[in-house]
């Protein structure tokens, strides 16, 4: 009779484990075919139908609770969402995919004590920190005490300086606070030509940073010498502003007037500035450039695209100047590189181009003869904060110019920069 009741039993215990390992075979069979209509076919209603079949089946199997939260999530309903993904979270940690959900989610819905609570618990997990450090730079931008934003960067970024997402928007943020800066800018240009040169620009500037933006006043004077003599000079006068249009965006105006012939008669500008995630900014412009040679007015249309990439601590960007007088067009390109070794203040820089932009100072009062030649030239910069008010730049190029049709020249520019802080 006992060896009856031991036979019985375990065949009850072998058919258990068939009907379990069936159940199981089900079940996973359901769970692929659930995510072949969610992702390939975007058949979420049918998913979530395959979803509770198989938790009828089986119903402590977690990965259907996480597709019914990614199919929720999908539908924007977050309170649904949330609730499948603190369901998994809450009797399995290992399902570490599930932070990444889950907590851009609590974001959204404005629940930053929950958000924490999940990266606070994904840390203790040992998932890697820095997407988790995104989240919490997302909590604060919500929050919009930029202030705190900025320090948590600025602690952020010397640990993690390579991170190019937080270095952009640090550069955007610090140009938000209170600062006003006083400055001068010294450029000396020299030719390979006989008795040709040497040039000297002079810029006495002002700017007001505020929250809004910044309001830049600058007097600029230039004196052009020829055989040790100076042959003209004259003054511009320069204001330009920068303001804010979102979280992510800005734009740029400037008016510049002369009458001396050293400078264009007239410099108009405006550009906007768009920021894109993983480090991306994007900037149209227009400029309109006047200038009065004894022949008479020539007028200059430039159209500007350029886009800019953070990568780790490098900043490149590329700006393309398509240039109109009358019925020609002239192009213009200018690749700028900068590597962040601090702030924003902090930096070598790298630049190279070819064509004549209304954009270069230095060269600007012979625009008009320039714009339709070639021209090739390439430099670099330091610049560095010393102490905590004081600004310096140095920057050399070398510019290999074509000054009339099939003639060349070679210049040879340095630039000081010197601004306080205050």
Known sequence: MKTNIKVYFSLLLILASFEATAQKIDADS????????FNEKNNSNQAKKLAWQAIAIAPDYLDFYVLLGRIHQRATDLDS????????????????????????????????????????DAKSSGLPLVPLLGFEHQILIEQG?????????????????????????????????????????????????????PWHLVGAQYIREREWGSLIGR??????????????????????????????SYSYVGVAYSDAIVFPNWRLGYSYYKNFINGWEGELGLRYTKVTPPEGDRIFRSGIIGIGKYVGSYWINLRTFIQNEESSFYPA??????????????????????????????????????????????????????GKNVLFGLQFMYNYQEFAPGVTQSEFEGTLNLQYRF
């Open 145 to 197: 005490d930029q202030r705190v934003e900025y320090d948590f960067l600025k602690n952020l970024l010397e640990q993690y300086p390579d991170q190019s997402t937080f270095r952009q928007r640090f550069n955007l943020l610090d140009s938000r606070f209170n600062s006003d800066r006083v400055g001068l800018t010294y450029s000396l240009t020299g030719f390979d030509r006989d008795g040709v040169g």
């Open 219 to 248: 007097v600029n004077y230039a004196d052009r010498l020829s055989g040790g003599e100076s042959i003209t000079n004259g003054l511009q006068y320069e204001l330009e502003t920068y303001f804010f249009t979102g979280k992510m």
């Open 333 to 386: 390109f200018t690749l700028t590189t900068r590597y962040f070794f601090g702030g924003r203040f902090d930096y070598f820089t790298f630049i190279a181009g070819y064509g004549t932009s209304p954009d270069e100072r230095t060269t600007l009062g012979q625009f008009e003869n320039r714009v339709a030649l070639d021209s090739y030239r390439a430099g670099a910069g330091y610049y560095k904060t010393l």
């Open 81 to 120: 969402a949330s609730f499948y993904f603190n369901y998994v979270l809450e009797r399995n940690k290992a399902y570490e995919e599930v932070y990444g959900y889950i907590i851009p989610i609590e974001i959204s819905r404005q629940d930053f004590e929950k958000a924490k609570f999940w990266i606070d």
């Open 30 to 37: 359901l769970l692929v075919q659930a995510y072949k209509e």
